[in-house]
């Protein structure tokens, strides 16, 4: 079975404030970035892995030459389709956010062992431990059970013609590629994921990334 991966690092960062986008800031030592290449290079010998970056952040993977670098669109489902195009026709595919810095190799290979398993459709979750709250006309008028809710992590996991079809037909805009394929009538599995798999979004991300790592000064 032919499993390729990507690396989606095409994020502008409208609410981070700097004009580099996070996944090119240094963390540790390194570009965030490549705290995901790193954990997938070394976790599964993937069938290709393609980057999908805006062209004129490519200075900043300058020491990316072994991998396949593709331009990205102008919104996520845009660069994902354009990233799909380009890999060589694998029979699944496990999409990577670059901002979340600390996937772990075991969640990797949970996503393998269920695509392997014959999944068509897999996301990574978290439960919600916050009351959520609905609102309509600026007042709160729901609040359901936050048993039923999970919070969406990635890396999401597919077979690759599914997705591939969905993304060539869909009008319509989706914020990953889950919604996509619950859209198109897939049923969708998943794994759990973690709490300190976070999403590097804003400025207090970046540090609570560095609190994680130990390199945190409070007085920078």
Same mark, same amino acid.
């Given at each position: 079975?032919?499993?390729?991966?990507?690396?989606?690092?095409?994020?502008?960062?409208?609410?981070?404030? +700097?004009?580099? *986008?996070?996944?090119?800031?240094?963390?540790?030592?390194?570009?965030?970035?490549?705290?995901?290449?790193?954990?997938?290079?070394?976790?599964? *010998?993937?069938?290709?892995?393609?980057?999908?970056?805006?062209?004129?952040?490519?200075?900043? @993977?300058?020491?990316?030459?072994?991998?396949?670098?593709?331009?990205?669109?102008? !919104?996520?489902?845009? !660069?994902?389709?354009?990233?799909?195009?380009?890999?060589?026709?694998?029979?699944?595919?496990?999409?990577?956010? !670059?901002?979340?810095?600390?996937?772990?190799?075991?969640?990797?290979?949970?996503?393998?062992? @269920?695509?392997?398993?014959?999944?068509?459709?897999?996301?990574?979750? =978290? *439960?919600?431990?916050?009351?959520?709250?609905?609102?309509?006309?600026? #007042?709160?008028? #729901?609040? *359901? +059970?936050?048993?039923?809710?999970? #919070?969406?992590?990635?890396?999401?996991?597919?077979?690759? #013609?599914?997705?591939?079809?969905?993304?060539?037909?869909?009008?319509?805009?989706?914020?990953?590629?889950?919604?996509?394929?619950?859209?198109?009538?897939?049923?969708?599995?998943?794994?759990?994921? +973690?709490?300190?798999?976070?999403? =590097?979004?804003?400025?207090?991300?970046?540090?609570?990334?560095?609190?994680?790592?130990?390199?945190?000064?409070?007085? !920078?």
């Amino acid at each position: 079975m032919k499993i390729a991966a990507l690396l989606l690092l095409a994020g502008s960062g409208e609410r981070f404030t +700097s004009n580099i *986008p996070k996944q090119f800031h240094t963390l540790d030592g390194q570009k965030v970035f490549r705290f995901a290449l790193n954990t997938i290079k070394k976790t599964y *010998p993937f069938s290709e892995i393609v980057l999908v970056s805006k062209k004129n952040y490519h200075q900043f @993977m300058d020491d990316c030459s072994d991998y396949l670098i593709i331009e990205g669109g102008k !919104s996520r489902q845009e !660069s994902v389709h354009l990233g799909l195009k380009a890999l060589n026709s694998p029979d699944c595919v496990v999409i990577f956010e !670059s901002v979340r810095p600390f996937i772990t190799e075991d969640l990797i290979l949970e996503h393998i062992k @269920m695509l392997k398993a014959g999944k068509t459709a897999i996301n990574t979750c =978290i *439960p919600s431990f916050d009351t959520i709250n609905i609102q309509k006309n600026n #007042k709160i008028n #729901k609040i *359901p +059970s936050r048993d039923q809710f999970l #919070k969406g992590q990635t890396p999401q996991s597919f077979l690759y #013609k599914p997705l591939l079809n969905a993304h060539n037909k869909t009008q319509r805009c989706f914020t990953d590629d889950c919604g996509l394929m619950l859209d198109e009538g897939f049923e969708i599995d998943f794994v759990l994921g +973690s709490e300190r798999n976070i999403k =590097i979004t804003t400025d207090f991300d970046l540090k609570l990334a560095e609190f994680l790592l130990g390199t945190y000064n409070r007085f !920078s």
